[in-house]
Nanobody, 122 residues
Framework: QVQLAESGGGSVQAGGSLRLSCSVSGYTYPKYCMAWFRQAPGKERERVAQVDGDGLTSYAESVKGRFTVYRDSAKNTLYLEMNSLKPEDTAMYYC????????????????WGQGTQVTVSS
C-alpha cells in the first residue's frame, strides 16, 4: 500500500551538489516521521537525515552542515539538499516513513522504495 519513489541521484565530482526527492503515497497519518537513509555495498543501511512528527530535524554527524532535509507535507514529498559532496557519500539513497514516538524519536522504518544512486568521484 505504501509507495515510495526516490529521484534526483546522479554522478558528480567531489564538492558538487545534488537535490534528492521522495514522493510518498499510501501513508495517511496526519503527523509522521520521514527520513533519508543510505547504503553502500557491503555496509549496513544508515540514517542520514530525519524529520520527526513535529517537524524537528536531525542529521548523522558525517553529513551535518552539508545536507539539509525538508518536507512539503501538502505534496507528500521529502527532499534532501546535499552540498559539498564527498566520495564517502557514494551510496544508494532511500526515503522511508515511520510513526513518531517522542521528540526526535521515531518507531521502526519499515517501508522502502527502489532508491536513487548517488556517486561522488574525486
Amino acid at each position: 500500500q505504501v509507495q515510495l519513489a526516490e529521484s534526483g541521484g546522479g554522478s558528480v565530482q567531489a564538492g558538487g551538489s545534488l537535490r534528492l526527492s521522495c514522493s510518498v503515497s499510501g501513508y495517511t497519518y496526519p503527523k509522521y516521521c520521514m527520513a533519508w537513509f543510505r547504503q553502500a555495498p557491503g555496509k549496513e543501511r544508515e540514517r542520514v537525515a530525519q524529520v520527526d512528527g513535529d517537524g524537528l530535524t536531525s542529521y548523522a554527524e558525517s553529513v551535518k552542515g552539508r545536507f539539509t532535509v525538508y518536507r512539503d507535507s501538502a505534496k507528500n514529498t521529502l527532499y534532501l539538499e546535499m552540498n559539498s559532496l564527498k566520495p564517502e557519500d557514494t551510496a544508494m539513497y532511500y526515503c522511508s516513513p515511520a510513526q513518531p514516538a517522542t521528540i526526535l524519536r521515531c518507531l521502526e522504518y519499515k517501508f522502502w522504495g527502489q532508491g536513487t544512486q548517488v556517486t561522488v568521484s574525486s
